[in-house]
């Protein structure tokens, strides 16, 4: 199956599942706010579109699958702030959109298991946006008939986003808060599960997208740290750590987050079920390209 994809906000995820589809046939189109961005998308074979300047009505026209990465504004969900009336028109033709959102929604379970089913109390600023804008959008979905699916996923690693860097410099810092576990998630397997979920389309789904291995944060440092073979950052007590207002408010969370989902319904496995797995394929892929 091959198609054309429309992608809002087409950043580090979506540029992952890009890298699957066009091999494939597909034709991309991403938008961007940033001009010296365009080129970047030109070489990867995306057609960039500096948005919201950009006219879209050529590319929904000729799309037949959405997806909207582009996070929410205080006003709301920019994407149905700025080209509603567009989207409206074109979601008839539409066979899949996807969403991008996050398992902040969920808030802080002291550590517990949620799911899918988990009702949505967040306890952060970005998590309550997000929240709004997957109802602006489930709302937009069912006036319109829109195949709306919604991802919500956990901490994203990949190429370029790993900590080999901080743990080589030596401005790692195993910051430790007691009971504090994250779920992450590779962002090749975040494209594989939206490439799943495209051959296999199931309008109004919901699904979490992390790893089998939810872990305290100062275990990733740590193990980064002994597959580079360097001395063990720091430890720093939470409360003393220096850390900026968005670092810092990542740690008002604290969850285990099921996946499920992601397996029985699309019949995914995963790449890197362990952010153990993903990070020895991170410093695998430096030295294969050095």
């Keep these: 199956m091959t198609g054309t994809l429309l992608s809002f906000g087409h950043g580090y995820s979506a540029r992952a599942l890009a890298r699957l589809l066009i091999p494939q046939g597909w034709r991309v189109f991403g938008t961007t706010r940033k001009p010296e961005k365009a080129d970047a998308l030109r070489t990867e074979g995306v057609t960039p579109l500096l948005w919201p300047d950009a006219g879209l009505d050529g590319p929904l026209a000729a799309a037949t699958h959405v997806l909207i990465s582009a996070g929410p504004e205080a006003e709301g969900d920019p ?21 991008l959102s996050t398992t902040g929604v969920y808030g802080d379970h002291g550590g517990g298991w949620v799911d899918e089913d988990t009702p949505l109390a967040p306890s952060t600023r970005r998590g309550r946006l997000r929240v709004a804008a997957e109802a602006e959008w489930q709302t937009f979905a069912a006036e319109t008939g829109l195949p709306l699916h919604i991802f919500r996923l956990a901490g994203i690693y990949g190429p370029g986003r790993g900590p080999f860097a901080k743990v080589r410099a030596g401005t790692a810092r195993r910051i430790v808060k007691p009971g504090q576990v994250f779920s992450r998630i590779h962002v090749d397997d975040i494209a594989r599960v939206l490439a799943a979920s495209i051959a296999r389309p199931d309008p109004g789904a919901v699904y979490n997208l992390c790893d089998d291995d939810p872990a305290p ?25 220096e850390m900026s207002p968005m670092a810092r408010s990542f740690y008002a969370e604290s969850k285990r987050v099921r996946n499920d989902r992601i397996k029985t319904d699309l019949g995914v496995r995963l790449l890197y079920p362990s952010y153990r797995d993903g990070l020895a394929a991170l410093l695998s892929g430096e030295d294969g390209a050095s």
């Design 217 to 241: 944060p100062q275990d990733v440092i740590a193990h980064a740290a002994q597959l580079l073979g360097l001395p063990l950052p720091p430890e720093v007590p939470f409360d003393a750590a």
């Design 79 to 99: 994407v149905l702030h700025r080209a509603r009336a567009a989207l409206v028109d074109a979601a008839p033709h539409i066979r899949w959109a996807g969403y």
